[in-house]
Nanobody, 125 residues
Framework: QVQLVESGGGLVQAGGSLRLSCAAS????????MGWFRQAPGKEREFVAA????????VYSDSVRGRFTISRSNAKSTVYLQMNSLKPEDTDVYYC??????????????????WGQGSQVTVSS
């Protein structure tokens, strides 16, 4: 059974940093492109970042590029999202997801086959 479990969310002041982690189990982690998405209640899901199987390629949304960094450790079956210079508009529930595609791209999430339960990130002004 494939399972993705996020951790590392919380409350931080604007300008601060957080690092999200997403640990995978029940899957050959290195077979999957991994992505991060975010969504607030009543809003559409928004792509944040994605990373290819080998970490060779990363893709970011315009809203986070230069502030967020996605990385992964295939040895630990874990993907990370380092979030710096956080803004109140970054407040959302953040989800990691796995896609059985070779190349990551800015996405609505349709190709992602497994999702984590979400981790709340709140940025105060």
């Amino acid at each position: 059974q494939v399972q993705l479990v996020e951790s590392g969310g919380g409350l931080v002041q604007a300008g601060g940093s957080l690092r999200l982690s997403c640990a995978a189990s029940g899957v050959t982690f290195s077979d999957y492109t991994m992505g991060w998405f975010r969504q607030a209640p009543g809003k559409e899901r928004e792509f944040v970042a994605a990373i290819s199987r080998s970490s060779w390629t990363t893709v970011y949304s315009d809203s986070v590029r230069g502030r967020f960094t996605i990385s992964r450790s295939n040895a630990k079956s874990t993907v990370y999202l380092q979030m710096n210079s956080l803004k109140p508009e970054d407040t959302d529930v953040y989800y990691c997801a796995a896609a059985n595609v070779q190349a990551p791209s800015v996405s609505l999430g349709g190709e992602y086959v497994c999702w984590g339960q979400g981790s709340q990130v709140t940025v105060s002004s």
